[in-house]
């Protein structure tokens, strides 16, 4: 059901290049559809992001926005196990994120300099949150509640109405539980663009963030600059690395995990075993026969799925950092030890007993990550990621007419004369 290859310092990396390829030609494909829809709702406002809608999504949407009552409502409408553990969740990804909090600190020298930083959480912030197949509500909470947490003043969701026109009720219940203060049913490009520009109803945020399809994804690249946007994410990707103690049953259920988002999603395990490299394709096969999404599996499996033989867990951790995947499952003896090794990955399960789910729904770390390679340079969605910081200082005359000769010389030679002026005058 997967392939299974040897590392060779050439067959490895040659998968590494194709997988961190994957569906940049959609988004070209797509670009000139999407800068049209962007258009139109900057023109038409409302009136565009309802016409996508109907044509798109629903022809009668129940509501434009969604009554205040209606998401409340939405709470007590969902079985209470659902609400109970969402509530559960909810508070552990809370904890986490209060963690991360940053606060403003002025420091005051004797001669009087005082300088420092301001940090405040951004003013308004839209929340996407797809529907389609699989309606990601857990996208709410990872969103909505570390802007909450940083201070956002008004958080703003979209989402697209269900076929029947209603809101999805989890999604509303996860807007409850998380603070959301405005929930409007639209979807796709048009509610970036909405989102990024403002309507006549829906106001203009200062940061967009939430997944979505390639349209999505495309409309965040294209508003970028007019507002701030969590990530350009690519398609979702596992990487596993296991030994000889590790359960071939678990391998391939965590595999399979990342395999039925989509058919351009990759999992891909590295082991030292040949042994339990093949165990772990008798299980794929054999589980995936029992799971909705088998087709969906089965596709991201035969095209960008991969068992990986290596002759270490050295060389695997080699492989990791390069391919810098969104998830890491270290499904080996002893993973705390190799914690401080794994330089470039968007969040690190350690263990048997961790597996990527978790992480998803339920532990508290975010699971808004990086993708295609670019947790290398970037981090998952944070606290940092919602609030803005300044910097100030203040000098005395005094202790600015000690060091005005630096100041002066450095602009000279740049030739920045009016800088070097700016600094001269107050002492003529």
């Not at 494909?29 to 038409?44: F, L, M, P, T």
């Not at 705390?336 to 770390?365: K, T, W």
């Amino acid at each position: 059901m997967v392939n299974i290859i040897r590392a060779d310092g050439k067959a490895e990396y040659e998968l590494i290049k194709r997988l961190k390829e994957r569906g940049v030609s959609d988004s070209r494909k797509v670009g000139d559809i999407v800068a049209a829809i962007i258009d139109n709702v900057r023109n038409e406002g409302d009136e565009a992001v309802q016409r996508y809608t109907a044509a798109f999504d629903c022809p009668n949407a129940e509501y434009y926005e969604v009554p205040r009552e209606v998401i409340e409502k939405a709470l007590s409408e969902c079985e209470p196990e659902f609400v109970s553990s969402l509530t559960k969740a909810a508070e552990n990804i809370r904890t986490y994120h209060e963690k991360q909090k940053q606060n403003s600190w002025m420091e005051t020298k004797e001669n009087g300099i005082m300088m420092g930083q301001r940090v405040r959480g951004m003013t308004r912030v839209g929340v996407y949150v797809p529907g389609g197949t699989a309606p990601l509500f857990s996208s709410v909470l990872m969103n909505a509640i570390p802007a909450r947490v940083a201070g956002v003043k008004e958080i703003i969701m979209l989402t697209p109405p269900m076929k029947n026109g209603k809101p999805n009720q989890y999604i509303l219940a996860s807007a409850a539980v998380a603070g959301v203060d405005r929930v409007f049913l639209a979807g796709g490009a048009q509610a970036i663009a909405a989102l990024a520009y403002g309507t006549q109803q829906i106001p203009q945020v200062d940061k967009i963030v939430g997944p979505g399809n390639v349209y999505v994804a495309t409309a965040k690249r294209m508003v970028f600059g007019t507002v701030d946007i969590d990530m350009i994410a690519g398609p979702s990707e596992i990487m596993i690395v296991a030994d000889e103690t590790a359960d071939p049953a678990f391998l391939a259920a965590d595999m399979m995990s990342q395999a039925e988002h989509d058919v351009l999603a990759s999992s891909v395990l590295l082991t030292t075993s040949e042994q339990l490299a093949k165990d772990t394709d008798v299980q794929l096969y054999a589980q995936s026969r029992e799971l909705d999404r088998r087709d969906f599996i089965a596709k991201s499996l035969e095209d960008y799925g991969a068992v990986i033989l290596v002759d270490s867990i050295d060389q695997a951790i080699e492989l990791a950092n390069e391919l810098a995947p969104e998830h890491l499952e270290l499904c080996i003896e002893n993973p705390v030890s190799y914690i401080g090794r794994v330089d470039n990955a968007g969040s690190v399960f350690l263990g048997n007993y961790s597996p990527e789910p978790l992480g998803d729904y339920f532990a508290g770390p975010n699971h808004v990550l990086p993708t295609n390679g670019t947790a290398r340079f970037s981090s998952p969605l944070s606290v940092d990621s919602f609030v803005k910081k300044s910097s100030f200082l203040y000098y005395p005359q005094a202790e600015l007419e000690k060091i005005k000769d630096d100041v002066i010389r450095l602009a000279d030679a740049e030739s920045l004369t009016a800088h070097a002026n700016s600094v001269a005058v107050r002492f003529r």
